[in-house]
Nanobody
């Protein structure tokens, strides 16, 4: 199983980035997909999750209204559109997969993780 994130980078506050997570080796449509992030010196935190069909999503309060998670089951890919970025969004962003039809925000419940992509937002 492989999860590979891309799309990170350096952006000014107020800008946008779109992260992508390409997966292989798993039956993608049976996995709920989540995005998490970890800033230096902090614990990994939940950002967003999407159900297997893409019909249900859930966001952390800190990103609600600014970030949008989506998935393409034909391409085995999950996306995170990030708008109105703030310096406090700076972190390494990870995608993760959990074989479940329910949504979970708990990192330890996710079976597979990508290597992460750095997002840096300058003020």
């Amino acid at each position: 199983v492989q999860l590979v994130e891309s799309g990170g980078g350096l952006v000014q506050a107020g800008g946008s980035l779109r992260l992508s997570c390409a997966t292989s080796g798993l039956t993608f449509r049976t996995y709920a997909m989540g995005w998490f992030r970890q800033a230096p010196g902090k614990e990994r935190e939940f950002v967003a999750v999407i159900s297997t069909s893409g019909g249900t999503t859930y966001y952390a309060d800190s990103v609600k209204g600014r970030f949008t998670i989506s998935r393409d089951n034909a391409k085995n890919t999950v996306l995170l559109q990030m708008n109105s970025l703030k310096p406090e969004d700076t972190a390494v962003y990870y995608c993760a997969a959990v074989q479940s039809y329910r949504l979970t925000i708990t990192p330890r419940e996710y079976a597979y993780w990508g290597q992460g992509t750095q997002v840096t937002v300058s003020s």
